[in-house]
């Protein structure tokens, strides 16, 4: 019964974007901002992550740089981070200003109504206790008026001048209590606006870094499964891959697994032949008797390494990452050690994939005559290259 791996992805792992994204974040840190302004700013990080899309590529790119990348992702997701923190501590600001605002209102609306009812009855007690002429006729023909006039006049001159100042100063202060109650609220609505905002980027941003790790958890699984392969043919090529991949799954050790399916189980029925000495598929082994043939007649006698026996990756997992069926099948290559792929996930273990090989040494360079009449031949009979690896070919190019 023969069984296929699944395509792996060749989406690009843009790890710049969310470096881009966590300098964006801090700079909008650095000053307040409205949500307009915040959108615009969106607008421009997503038009910069575009511009440079294919600068990191989890296939092609080397350790280093992947390395730095998954540094960058969440340093990217740290900055949208730390600017939802601050979106919201500005909305906790606006919104205690706009509560004092509104209590010191309060305050002041009581002490107002106490304060006119206090000069009121300050009035009326200055009014009944006047003691003025007892001649009515010095008041001419409406003493009461006079009364009232002259009342005023003393009361004006007292104690209740005081009390007046005091209740135009509690009107003041309310005013002004009133306006910076309604800017608060004005502020907080913006800001909670801005919350929204810096969660969706937020959110964004957690979604590329799962995406791009995923990408790279699956190079990672990929470049591991090429060691035990190439061990035989170039143990120090094997060496220094995996020397690579430890930093990656170094880097991205503290992160949550990336997951992925497990695409071969163990009682798997593959045929196997043998080609010009490379052990393949018999399903393709026409197809490599026709590219060997075809590049001898261009002067190349290639050799290489094909199939690899999926119970020695089994042996690699069961010894580096541990017993159980999950330890063996499902644990990300980067929580073993050393990383170890997954068994299944090598084009090896089903016969489809070479390790080609020319003078007994595999083919390091894409810059050679040999590589190049391969580029240009194996494709008539259904092997692709995987651009971060010279010498290996397959049916799918995985």
């Known amino acids: 019964m023969r069984r296929s791996l699944l ?37 421009q990080v997503q038009q910069d992550a575009a511009d440079v899309a294919a600068e990191v590529d989890a296939i092609t790119e080397d350790a280093e740089s992947l390395a730095a990348a998954i540094e960058a992702l ?24 706009q509560a004092e605002a509104e209590q010191a209102i309060l305050d002041l609306e009581s002490e107002q109504v106490a304060a006119r009812e206090l000069l009121r009855q300050a009035a009326v007690d200055s009014y009944v206790s006047y ?33 007046l ?50 990408e790279i958890e699956l190079r990672l699984e990929s470049r591991l499964g090429e060691v035990a392969a190439l061990e035989a043919l170039d143990a120090q090529l094997a060496q220094e891959i995996r020397e690579g991949e430890q930093k990656i799954a170094d880097a991205i050790a503290s992160r949550p697994g990336s997951g ?39 002067g190349y006698t290639l050799g290489g390494g094909g199939y690899r026996s999926i119970e020695s990756q089994i042996r690699l997992r ?37 390790d080609f090989t020319y003078n007994g040494r595999v083919l390091r360079t894409r810059d050679s005559d040999v590589f190049r009449a391969l580029a240009r031949i194996a494709p008539t009979f259904g092997f692709y290259n995987l651009p971060s690896e010279p010498w290996h070919w397959s049916t799918t190019g995985g």
Not at 143 to 149: I, L, V
Not at 181 to 197: D, K, N, T, W
């Open 7 to 43: 395509t792996r992805p060749r989406r690009r792992a843009v790890a710049t974007i969310a470096l881009l994204g966590a300098l964006a974040s801090i700079s909008a840190l650095a000053s307040a901002q409205t949500p307009t302004e915040l959108r615009e700013e969106r607008k």
């Open 74 to 97: 969440q340093a990217g997701v740290d900055a949208q981070q730390a600017a939802v923190e601050s979106a919201q501590r500005a909305v906790a600001d606006a919104e205690r200003i």
């Open 131 to 163: 003691q003025g002429t007892g001649d009515l006729e010095a008041f001419g023909e409406n003493p009461w008026e006079a009364t009232r006039e002259e009342t005023l006049v003393e009361y004006g001159t007292g104690t209740g001048l005081e009390e």
């Open 165 to 214: 100042d005091r209740l135009r100063a509690i009107d003041a202060e309310l005013e002004q209590q009133r306006i910076i109650a309604a800017e608060a609220s004005v502020e907080a609505e913006a800001r909670r606006a801005e919350v929204e905002i810096r969660f969706n980027e937020l959110d964004a941003a957690l979604q590329r870094q799962e995406e791009i790790l995923l």
């Open 260 to 298: 992925g399916s497990v695409t071969l189980p163990p009682d798997s029925d593959i045929e196997v032949t043998t080609v010009r000495g490379i052990v393949v598929n018999v399903l393709v082994a026409d197809q490599v008797e026709g590219l060997l043939a075809a590049m001898a007649a261009e």
């Open 318 to 354: 069961r010894a580096n990452c541990g017993t159980s069926e999950y330890a063996i099948w499902e644990m990300p290559a980067s929580q073993c050690r050393p990383p170890t792929a997954r068994p299944g996930l090598s084009q090896h273990e089903l016969g489809l994939a070479i």
